[in-house]
């Protein structure tokens, strides 16, 4: 199926690319989120009138996601958790925990923005991670686990 992206999609391309994706992919993901129209040749005609509209929607969000970038890097988090003798925590701090931290002291962190690609944190310490802003604009943060 071939679709008119609207904005930035990771991996697929960038505002008013025609793309051709799996017919699931588009009505499932896509179309629904307004992230993409199908390629008809109205709809062609429609997103050529919005091109410049939606370009500098795209930009924006860009500019916002780098902003919030400067804002988060070098972040510290500090947690507190019950953890045995050896310092292996009573449970896990996941990435919910971490955004529910980081909006709790002012920096607003959605949950899906945190990666975590070795799994939930389960020992004491520090934990370096990379914060997912925008599709090309990560943030470093420190998360420092501490017993209670």
Known sequence: MKVILQERVTNLGNVGDQVTVKAGYARNYLLPRSKAVQATANNVLVFEKR??????KA????EAAKKRATDLEGFVITL???ASEEGKLFGSIGPRDIAKAATDIG???EKSEVEMPEGPIRVLGETALTVHLHGEVHAKIKVVVNAV
């Open 51 to 56: 091109r410049a509209e939606l370009e500098k």
């Open 59 to 62: 930009a924006e969000v860009f």
């Open 80 to 82: 507190s958790a019950q």
């Open 107 to 109: 920096k607003p962190l």
